[in-house]
C-alpha cells in the first residue's frame, strides 16, 4: 500500500507511529518553501508538522522545486512523507515515526512558475524558506520578468514584486523570509542581493520602500544530520512494520535546531516555534552559529575527503576506528574548538565538541561521507579558513590536525576522469563522482602537476580562498608533507602516524 492520502485511513495505529488527521489538509497554505531537499522536510517541515498537529501554526507548505527533476514521488503521495527520527537522547534509544503532512503541493519552477507568482495574490501566505545549497544565494544577473528568472534572488525578488502588486505595497502583505544556507549571515547577504537585483531591475521606489520597511529578512542556522532515505534493507524493514510504501521516506537523527534571528513579530508569525525547543528565535544567533559551524560542520569539511580516502564510506565507521576517532577528538579539542573566531566559554564549546561526536557516533544514522563532500571547495572556504586564520593569530606553528585534513581535500579533489560533464577521483581502483563547482580547475592543476606543486598553487590561489594560505608560517610545508605521506603509506597509516608520535611525545 502506497502512502497517500486516501490511504492514510487504512494505516493501523502503532505505538511509535504519529498519523496525520483529516483536518490538517484542509489548513491554509502559509509557506512558500525554495527546495525539496532533506534537510528541509525533517527540520523546518518536521516543526511546521508538529505545530499543526497540536493546533498552533495552522498552516501548510507549497514547496519549489529548482533543480531538474520531477516531483513525482510527492505527488503520487499528495505530499505526505515519513520522518523516521532515529538515536539517542539522555541516554534512551529513540525511534519514531511521523507522517509529515505539512506540504500541500510541490511546483516546478520551470514549469509552473505561473502556479508559483499566483501563490503571491494569497493573503495567507506569510513566510518563505529556503535551501538552495550554499552556492544558491550569489548575485548574477538576472531577469524578474523571465518565467522564471534564472537565479534564486531572481525568483524571490520576482515573488515578492508580485506580492507587492497584487496587495498595493500594503504594509500587512510583508513576508518573513528565513533561508537555511549554511553561509555567515544567509538573511542579511540574501536580502542585499535581493535589493540589488531590484536596482539592476529598475523597480519603482515604492517597492524598495515596501521591501525594505515590511519584510523581515532573518538570519538563520538549522543542525540536524539528516541523511536522507535509509537503505534499501532498512527501508524494507520500516515499511513492513509500517505496513505502507514510502518512496520519500527521510530519516533523521534525534537532535534538532532551527536558530533564527528576530523580534517579536517574527516570533508572532513563526508561531510553530511554541511547540518544540528545537527552535529558538533570538536578536543575535552568534553563539550557535559559531558552535555548530565550526564544531560540527568545521569537523566534517575537515574529515569528509580524509575519512573517505581512509576506507570509511559513513561517519560512525571512521569516528568508531580507534585511530580515526583519536584523530577526530583531537582535531575538534585541541584545534578546532580553540580557533573558534568568538569569545564561547571554555566547558560550552568542550560539552558541545561532546556532544557532536556522539552524534556522530549514533548507531542509527547512515551519513555518507560522500554527501558531505558536495561543494567541498566552498564548504572549506567558509567553514575552515577562518578557523586557520584564527590559529595562527593565537599560535605560530602548524596545525597538524587541520593540515591533514586539508590535504585530505587536496587529494580527494584530484579528478583522473571526466565523462559525461562529470568529474570523478579514484579510491583503490574504484571511481567516485567529484560534486563542485571547482572541480574543472582541480582537474587541470593536477593534471599538470605533482602533489607539493598542487598544494602550492592552490594554497596560493586567494579566488578560491580569499587569502594565500602559503603565507601562514609553515602550513605549505605540512600539507605537502602530509600528501607525500598519503600516496607513500596511504592515507589512514598517516593519520596513524600523527597519534603515535603524539602517544610517544
Known amino acids: ?60 507548505v507549497v514547496v519549489v522545486k529548482s533543480t531538474d527533476g520531477n516531483s513525482a514521488a510527492f505527488d503520487k503521495q499528495d505530499g505526505l512523507y515519513t520522518v523516521c527520527v532515529r538515536g539517542i537522547e539522555n541516554g534512551v534509544t529513540i525511534e519514531e515515526n511521523i507522517i509529515n503532512a505539512s506540504v500541500s503541493r510541490v511546483l516546478s519552477s520551470k514549469t509552473d512558475w505561473q502556479h508559483i507568482l499566483k501563490c503571491a495574490h494569497d493573503p495567507e501566505m506569510k513566510i ?66 535581493v535589493l540589488e537585483l531590484a536596482h539592476r531591475n529598475n523597480l519603482d521606489y515604492k517597492f524598495f520602500e515596501w521591501l525594505e520597511n515590511h519584510n523581515v529578512f532573518c538570519n538563520s542556522l538549522v543542525d540536524r544530520i539528516v541523511p536522507g532515505k535509509p537503505n534499501a534493507t532498512e527501508v524494507r524493514k520500516i515499511e513492513t512494520t509500517l505496513g505502507y510504501e ?18 517579536e513579530k517574527v516570533k508572532e508569525v513563526l508561531s510553530f516555534h511554541k511547540v518544540d525547543e528545537g527552535v529558538v528565535i533570538v536578536p543575535d544567533i552568534s553563539l550557535f552559529k559559531e558552535l555548530k559551524l565550526r564544531l560540527l560542520n568545521g569537523t566534517h569539511t575537515f574529515n569528509c575527503g580524509l575519512a573517505f580516502l581512509s576506507g570509511f564510506t559513513i561517519t560512525r ?29 571554555e566547558n560550552v564549546k568542550k560539552e558541545f565538541a561532546n556532544r557532536v561526536f556522539e552524534r556522530f557516533c549514533n548507531p542509527f544514522i547512515e551519513h555518507q561521507w560522500q554527501s558531505i563532500t558536495v561543494q567541498y571547495t566552498s564548504k572549506m572556504k567558509m567553514r575552515n579558513i577562518p578557523l586557520l586564520q584564527r590559529h595562527y593569530e593565537l599560535n605560530d606553528s602548524p596545525p597538524i590536525h587541520m593540515a591533514t585534513g586539508f590535504a585530505g581535500f587536496l587529494l580527494y579533489m584530484k579528478v583522473v576522469k571526466k565523462e559525461d560533464g562529470k568529474y570523478y577521483g579514484n579510491r583503490n581502483g574504484q ?59 596511504g592515507v589512514l597509516n598517516t593519520i596513524a602516524g600523527i597519534e603515535a608520535k603524539k602517544v610517544v611525545a
Open 246 to 263: 514510502d518512496e520519500i521516506m527521510t530519516i533523521s537523527e534525534v537532535f534538532r535546531l532551527w536558530a533564527i534571528e528576530g523580534d
Open 317 to 345: 565507521e571512521a569516528v568508531g576506528d580507534p585511530v580515526y576517532g583519536r584523530y577526530t577528538k583531537a582535531l575538534m579539542h585541541n584545534e578546532i574548538a580553540k580557533a573558534i573566531p568568538y569569545e564561547i566559554d
Open 128 to 193: 518563505i524558506i529556503s535551501n538552495t545549497t550554499e552556492v544558491g544565494i550569489q548575485l548574477v544577473e538576472d531577469d524578474i520578468n523571465a518565467a522564471p528568472p534564472v537565479s534564486f534572488p531572481g525568483k524571490l525578488l520576482s515573488f515578492l514584486f508580485e506580492r507587492f502588486k497584487a496587495f498595493t505595497g500594503s504594509k500587512d502583505s510583508g513576508m518573513v523570509i528565513v533561508p537555511t544556507e549554511l553561509i555567515t549571515d544567509n538573511g542579511k547577504k540574501l536580502e542585499s542581493i
Open 1 to 60: 500500500m502506497q502512502l497517500s492520502k486516501n490511504n492514510i485511513e487504512k494505516i493501523a495505529p502503532q505505538k511509535n507511529l504519529a498519523i496525520p488527521g483529516k483536518k490538517l489538509f484542509e489548513l491554509p497554505e502559509k509557506v512558500l518553501q525554495f527546495g525539496t531537499g532533506v534537510l528541509l522536510r525533517a527540520l523546518p517541515d518536521y516543526f511546521i508538522d508538529k505545530a499543526n498537529k497540536q493546533g498552533i501554526f495552522n498552516g501548510r
Open 431 to 489: 571511481f567516485y563522482e567529484i560534486k563542485d563547482d571547482s572541480a574543472e580547475y582541480f582537474r587541470e592543476v593536477w593534471s599538470n602537476n605533482g602533489a607539493d606543486r598542487v598544494a602550492e598553487i592552490v594554497m596560493q590561489n586567494e579566488e578560491l580562498w580569499g587569502t594565500d594560505l602559503t603565507k601562514l608560517p609553515g602550513f605549505l610545508q605540512t600539507v605537502q608533507d602530509q600528501l607525500n605521506e598519503f600516496q607513500l603509506h
